[in-house]
């Protein structure tokens, strides 16, 4: 059974750190396509960032050059950096994995977490 399980979020106030992690088992996440989304309330699920297999990032512009995604295959754990954290990046965030590289299709991720929720105070 595949499990993806968030952790490292909270309550910080703008312009502070957060480091979120996905850990992953059933699977070797090695061979997959890694990605974060996030979801604010009253709002549809956006990507936040994503990176292949080879470890190449691509981020949203809302999150570029503050957020950075990482992999570690050898612990199967994916990894989001946020820093200079801003009022409008408090949502939940969800981990996914998929075995294309599929980027912004949320659709077509096979799995998820369920979410861990990050709230950033002005």
């Known amino acids: 059974q595949v499990q993806l399980m968030e952790s490292g979020g909270g309550s910080v106030q703008s312009g502070g750190s957060l480091r979120l992690s996905c850990a992953v088992s059933g699977i070797s996440i090695r061979p997959y396509f890694l990605a974060w989304f996030r979801q604010a309330v009253g709002k549809g699920r956006e990507g936040v960032a994503h990176i292949d297999i080879n470890g190449r990032p691509v981020y949203a512009g809302s999150v570029k050059g503050r957020f950075i995604i990482s992999r570690d295959n050898a612990r199967n754990t994916l990894s989001l950096q946020m820093n200079t954290l801003k009022p409008e990046d408090t949502a939940m965030y969800y981990c996914?994995?998929?075995?294309?590289?599929?980027?912004?299709?949320?659709?077509?991720?096979?799995?998820w977490g369920q979410g861990t929720r990050v709230t950033v105070s002005s």
């Open positions: 996914a994995v998929s075995q294309a590289p599929v980027e912004w299709r949320e659709d077509l991720y096979e799995y």
